[in-house]
């Protein structure tokens, strides 16, 4: 289902493309990476940060860029993920607008380095299923009547929770010309999107306090369309 979504969004920027509306056609996969820890909340058994200890995550992605001068250009991507972790389950559908900048025009030079940043609006799924947890509290930690509480096992229905989000992404990459009209990238890249202020938060204010972070690499292709 994922591919057939990219095969129908590349459809619709090669018709852009087409049109002139855009100058470079390009498609990417890559890895997410997320904080290694989620900072569990004995009091409540859940992580205070939900969006960490998450597997590394597979992205995939299309978009178009138009060309402002020979090295300043804006650029959109549309980009899909799906991670995992104990208990939960993450679907991300990300749009994302930079303003790209290299700092050798990468239609005439072999290797141009670029920067790149700008504002992205997000779709999110998060599945909690199976939610069986055991903590161990502190030493210090007395129950109701200064009772000993030596394990405490939380357990909770099944959810979903989905809603819309936006943030911001910051990287560099470097774009190598292969043959004229082609060329491959590699690029580095810092994401946050602010899931403590979208309507996915009101579902799981209770616990988490971190908005999603993640860093991606990401390899593709461009394809210049003049």
């Known amino acids: 289902m994922m591919k057939k979504i990219l095969v129908l969004l590349f459809a619709l920027f090669s018709i852009l493309g087409n049109a002139q509306i855009i100058d470079v056609l390009q498609g990417h996969i890559g890895t997410a990476i997320f904080p290694p820890t989620e900072s569990i909340n004995f009091q409540t058994g859940k992580p205070d940060n939900i969006y960490g200890a998450f597997a590394p995550a597979q992205t995939l992605g299309v978009g178009g860029t138009k060309f402002i001068t020979d090295k300043i250009q804006v ?8 991670t995992f972790k104990d ?30 940043g700008g504002g992205n609006y997000s779709y999110l799924i998060l599945d909690q299923s199976g939610f069986v947890r055991e903590y161990v509290p502190p030493g210090d930690y007395d129950g109701e009547n200064y009772v000993d509480i030596e394990q405490i096992t939380y357990r909770e229905s099944d959810y979903t929770f989905f809603g819309p989000a936006y943030g911001w992404n910051i990287g560099a990459g470097l774009d190598v010309n292969v043959f004229e009209v082609v060329s491959v990238f590699g690029e580095f890249s810092y994401n946050t999107i602010y899931t403590t202020r979208s309507s996915l938060q009101n579902n799981i204010t209770s616990y988490n306090k971190s908005d999603m972070t993640y860093t991606s690499l990401n390899f593709g292709v461009r394809l210049y369309l003049y």
Do not use: C, V, W
Not at 76 to 82: C, L, P, S, V, Y
């Open 75 to 82: 650029n959109g991507t549309i980009e899909i993920m799906n």
């Open 87 to 116: 208990h939960y389950n993450l679907f991300s559908q990300k749009t994302s607008l930079n303003l790209k900048y290299n700092f050798i025009a990468p239609d005439i030079y072999r290797f141009s380095p670029y920067l790149i």
